[in-house]
């Protein structure tokens, strides 16, 4: 038996040696894929930074935060200086923590109450009563459109939903940096990496 597993577990061990020059490309995937969520975010913020302030510090129908001019130069300096620094794969590690922080912020400060799924879908796992109760509003949502609109024209660029705003979203992104934090900028295809490789070719020929 050993004679037949054996060749395959050197060609496996192989095959692995050689992918490691590839792996950066999973930490480019997830770097691209933060980018313009963090920059449409921060750009948003940035834009309209007089009604963020306000968001984030009304207590009735904001977060009530302590600080809000503070809380929302950080949250929107933190999305738009992180969005370039992972489009570079510069500090990706460290940067990654404070995008982390926002998204903790928004999963206890806004989207917990809501339960896990971004878009309310009853037959899904995790729905929660709000979830449930969503079926028949956009049931009797579509009858009204059906019969007092062009409900064709109006479902040609996709389906009706209701945006339940659970924490999906905004987990699964912390989710991702945390994965930057172990995996880094990406190997060949990151600032940090050739920094790095600089850096160690530098104190080599001390």
Do not use: C
């Given at each position: 038996m050993n004679k037949f597993i054996y060749p395959l577990l050197l060609r496996y061990q192989n095959f692995c040696s050689h992918l490691k020059h590839f792996d950066g490309i999973a930490a480019l995937s997830l770097r691209l894929f933060l980018v313009p969520v963090f920059w449409m975010a921060?750009?948003?913020?940035?834009?309209?930074?007089?009604?963020?302030?306000?968001?984030?510090?009304?207590?009735?129908?904001?977060?009530?935060?302590?600080?809000?001019?503070l809380m929302?130069?950080?949250?929107?300096?933190?999305?738009?200086?992180?969005?370039?620094?992972?489009?570079?794969?510069?500090?990706?590690?460290?940067?990654?923590?404070?995008l982390m922080i926002t998204m903790l912020v928004a999963i206890f400060t806004v989207h917990l109450p809501n339960g896990w799924q971004a878009i309310a879908d009853p037959q899904a796992p995790f729905a929660n009563m709000?979830?449930?109760?969503?079926?028949?509003?956009?049931?009797?949502?579509?009858?009204?459109?059906?019969?007092?609109?062009?409900?064709?024209w109006l479902t040609s660029s996709g389906?009706?939903?209701?945006?339940?705003?659970?924490?999906?979203?905004?987990?699964?992104?912390?989710?991702m940096l945390l994965a930057l934090i172990v995996l880094g900028g990406g190997r060949y295809?990151?600032?940090?990496?050739?920094?790095?490789?600089?850096?160690?070719?530098?104190?080599?020929?001390?």
């Open positions: 921060g750009s948003n913020k940035l834009a309209h930074f007089a009604d963020t302030v306000e968001w984030f510090g009304n207590p009735d129908w904001g977060l009530g935060l302590p600080f809000p001019t929302a130069t950080l949250a929107t300096s933190a999305e738009l200086g992180g969005a370039i620094l992972l489009a570079l794969g510069l500090a990706t590690r460290w940067i990654s923590i404070p709000q979830v449930m109760e969503s079926a028949e509003k956009l049931e009797k949502a579509r009858e009204i459109l059906m019969t007092y609109g062009n409900y064709d389906s009706f939903v209701i945006l339940n705003n659970g924490i999906e979203f905004a987990a699964t992104y912390f989710v295809v990151s600032v940090d990496y050739w920094l790095n490789h600089w850096i160690e070719k530098f104190h080599s020929e001390k």
